[in-house]
T-cell receptor, first 115, second 114 residues
Framework: DGGITQSPKYLFRKEGQNVTLSCEQNLNHDAMYWYRQDPGQGLRLIYYSQIVNDFQKGDIAEGYSVSREKKESFPLTVTSAQKNPTAFYLC??????????????FGAGTRLSVL | AQSVTQLGSHVSVSEGALVLLRCNYSSSVPPYLFWYVQYPNQGLQLLLK??????LVKGINGFEAEFKKSETSFHLTKPSAHMSDAAEYFC????????????FGQGTRLTINP
């Protein structure tokens, strides 16, 4: 089955710890995205990547880092600089070209909590 | 810059009643518009999209939406609500060119009363 896989489903972070959220897609999509979801605030863009080895900051990039070494993978690291990391994190991908380039497909999410 | 406003963070309707979820957008260029649905603790699923052409678009699960440029609106409707429609709904906008980013509204939680 083609799709986007996020892992783990639940993650706990200790004070001062960096944690990494995994996002893998087998849709052969060029573009990938990370969003943060907080109650009542919709989804906010953290980082996005339109092509391998390139990525751009979104609206709330502070305290986060990403890499895009492979087309199918776009891991997100929540660093200790992110003081309020508790949220639901969603990864998405899109074709990046053609008429369907703006249609984003989402993974099932990772819920991050602070211990 | 684009923005989206969803009127009403919570909407409650009776089973069998009309569902109307409101979305207004702001965009300096002709936008692409989307509605997504999210069930508890899950990702987002695309309901429908408007890109170009016919302004009334039909989606999955009996939902439809109409793009009204003069009103900068893209309201989501369903003639008869079903219990399984209970979820959170997000309206989103993007521009056809550029970085393909989506800007989301704050979401509307739909509750269906038996």
């Amino acid at each position: 089955d083609g799709g986007i896989t996020q892992s783990p489903k639940y993650l706990f972070r200790k004070e001062g710890q960096n944690v990494t959220l995994s996002c893998e897609q087998n849709l052969n999509h060029d573009a990938m995205y990370w969003y943060r979801q907080d109650p009542g605030q919709g989804l906010r863009l953290i980082y996005y990547s339109q092509i391998v080895n390139d990525f751009q900051k979104g609206d709330i990039a502070e305290g986060y880092s990403v890499s895009r070494e492979k087309k199918e993978s776009f891991p997100l690291t929540v660093t200790s600089a992110q003081k309020n990391p508790t949220a639901f994190y969603l990864c998405a991908s899109s074709m990046g070209r053609g008429l369907a380039k703006n249609i984003q497909y989402f993974g099932a999410g990772t819920r991050l909590s602070v211990l | 810059a684009q923005s989206v406003t969803q009127l009403g963070s919570h909407v409650s309707v009776s089973e069998g009643a009309l569902v109307l979820l409101r979305c207004n957008y702001s965009s300096s260029v002709p936008p692409y518009l989307f509605w997504y649905v999210q069930y508890p603790n899950q990702g987002l699923q695309l309901l429908l999209k408007y890109t170009t052409g016919a302004t009334l678009v039909k989606g999955i699960n009996g939902f439809e939406a109409e793009f009204k440029k003069s009103e900068t609106s893209f309201h989501l409707t369903k003639p008869s609500a079903h219990m399984s429609d209970a979820a959170e709904y997000f309206c989103a906008v993007s521009v056809p060119s550029g970085a393909q980013k989506l800007v989301f509204g704050q979401g509307t939680r739909l509750t269906i009363n038996p």
